[in-house]
């Protein structure tokens, strides 16, 4: 099953830039998974079962390195592909 997820992370920091594009950077590194970032957020499609994979693993990753972060995360099944 195909899915595709938006992610958003604010960190509670005054130097947020960093964290932010260190996920980023994380996330683009895993080739099975289309990634697709903008100002606001970022996408992430592929097969269900990978991509809940890829963002267990950076979360954990992301709150193990940061004293304070939010992830917003939507999810969503069969994506239109264009």
Do not use: C, W
């Amino acid at each position: 099953m195909q899915v595709a997820v938006d992610v958003s992370l604010y960190p509670i920091t005054d130097d947020f830039i960093p964290p932010i594009d260190d996920v980023i950077e994380r996330l683009k590194s895993h080739g099975a998974l289309e990634v697709v970032t903008n100002p606001m957020s970022t996408q992430i499609r592929g097969e269900y079962d990978e991509v809940m994979s890829v963002i267990h693993r950076e979360v954990k990753t992301t709150f193990e390195q940061s004293r304070k972060a939010v992830f917003v995360i939507k999810i969503l099944n069969n994506p239109i592909t264009g």
